[in-house]
């Protein structure tokens, strides 16, 4: 197995330009102030949390009423398939938008292009909660749904690498801890996005959750977007992306440069498709499927909040344990468990029982898949040049959400349609780790 990525916090290596892929010694002044760190980690951490609630909150309503609010003449099936690859096109835009926050980020800088990603997701995840339905405008909202879910899947591929970056290059120490509070922020947007929707559930009838009900969530994001702005506005820009200004070594076409070397875009792809797939077969796929079952809402609801709230505390833990481990190993452990539970997952859900259903659902999000969470934005940063660190990690990472995030729903829902069964479902869960292990013994820190 490969460590040669990892990050030795105990010997942070040098500035960008002494040694490539660093993660900062030979600061600027002020560089590892502690009163600095902190603001750029709650800053990065509260808005990816704040992103991560509007882009979570579509996958929890494309399971539970947008089938019968934007697709309402089809059969239940072919309305759920629907709603799946609307939601599919938010993956397929993460790579666009990663693309350009990319490109910005590794010229102009991490903050103001944070800010950027923030105020899309919050205007477009707002304008879903205006949007008419089929019932009210026809053909043209579900449409109209398309566009925002891009615009959605657009923002959120620029989100996590910067607030990885801007979190990591704030100070050189404990980095799998502050990575993995990054992780951690992500799992509060899936609280968040998930408990509304807990709330609504169990305050209002069916017929009150799908005439309006289900407007309240996505129109709160105003409220929550001008939270994040405002802490945004008040961090200061990585002082390992200021000392690059400073010295005139910003890359010029970021891209470019960072496909020079594919080797570690390909395995950071490689990693987190073969993840995605099963962490959102578990989280959107399964939700659909229990409802087929008739297991109730809120069983499975509740069985994703409470591995999220495993997940918050898991991941800086995790991060630490990466840093003394090695993240190679851990995210190797984390994958091959993701393959063993994918079969006790599904017998979990064919029983019908609340407790087991959690109980799987929060083993397989809150401890497994963290095991992996906790260590990427550490691990992932350390493979590229401060140059071109945001083009890597994000075209990676945004590149394997399509496979993994946005079309494994998708074809979970089609496999079972097809077959009948969930055994080829499990099957492509094991098939995915297997992908993801490939992607981490490939990893080669530059």
């Known amino acids: 197995m490969n460590d040669r990525a990892y990050v030795d916090p105990a010997h942070p290596p040098t500035l960008p330009g002494t040694d490539p892929g660093a993660l900062g ?18 800053a990065a951490s509260i808005g990816t949390a704040l992103e991560w609630y509007d882009f979570f909150l579509y996958g929890t309503a494309a399971a539970l009423v947008f089938p019968a609010l934007f697709f309402p003449g089809e059969d239940q099936l072919t309305g759920v398939l629907l709603s799946f690859a609307v939601f599919a096109t938010g993956f397929l835009a993460r790579p666009l938008g990663g693309l350009v926050a990319g490109h910005l980020g590794d010229r102009y800088g991490r903050r103001a292009t944070l800010l950027g990603t923030l105020l899309l997701m919050g205007i477009a995840t707002a304008l879903i909660g205006l949007l008419p339905t089929y019932a009210q405008i026809g053909a043209l909202a579900p449409a109209l749904l ?13 989100e996590w690498g910067g607030a990885v970056l801007l979190a990591l290059e704030s100070s050189p120490g404990r980095p799998g801890v ?12 899936l609280i968040l996005g998930n408990l509304a929707f807990v709330v609504l559930v169990a305050v209002l ?20 977007v001008g939270v994040g702005v405002y802490l945004r506005r008040r961090v200061d820009e990585s002082p390992e992306f200021t000392t690059l200004l400073e010295r005139r070594r910003t890359a010029r076409h970021p891209l470019g440069e960072v496909l020079r070397r594919p080797r570690n875009v390909l395995a950071v792809f490689l990693v987190r498709a073969g993840q995605n797939t099963t962490f959102y077969v578990v989280s959107v796929f399964c939700l659909s499927y229990a409802a087929g079952l008739g297991l109730e809402r809120w069983v499975t609801l509740t069985a ?19 840093e003394r481990v090695g993240p190679v190993r851990l995210t190797l452990a984390a994958l091959i468990g993701l393959a063993v539970i994918a079969v006790p997952l599904f017998l979990a ?69 097809t077959t009948g069964h969930w055994w080829p479902v499990a099957a492509l869960m094991v098939a995915a780790a297997a992908l993801g292990i490939v992607g981490a013994l490939l990893a080669r820190r530059t």
């Open 25 to 42: 010694r030979d600061a600027p002044p002020g560089l590892g102030a502690p009163d600095r760190a902190r603001r750029a980690v709650a």
């Open 146 to 158: 398309v566009v925002l879910r891009l615009a959605q899947g657009a923002a959120t591929g620029g």
């Open 178 to 189: 502050r990575g993995g509070l990054i992780q951690s922020a992500l799992y509060v947007g």
């Open 205 to 224: 009838d069916e017929q009150q959750l799908l005439a309006w009900g289900w407007r309240i969530p996505f129109l709160a994001s105003l409220v929550l």
């Open 304 to 322: 994703l909040l409470v591995g999220a709230a495993i997940a918050v505390v898991a991941c800086p833990i995790w991060g630490r344990i990466g």
């Open 349 to 417: 859900l064919d029983t019908g029982s609340a407790v087991l259903v959690i109980g799987v659902v929060a083993l397989a999000i809150g401890v497994v898949n963290t095991a992996a969470d906790g260590v990427q934005p550490m691990w992932f940063a350390s493979l590229f040049d401060a140059r071109v660190r945001y083009s890597g990690i994000t075209i990676g990472r945004e590149a394997g959400a399509i496979v993994g995030g946005g079309l494994a729903p998708l074809l979970a829902a089609w496999l079972v349609a």
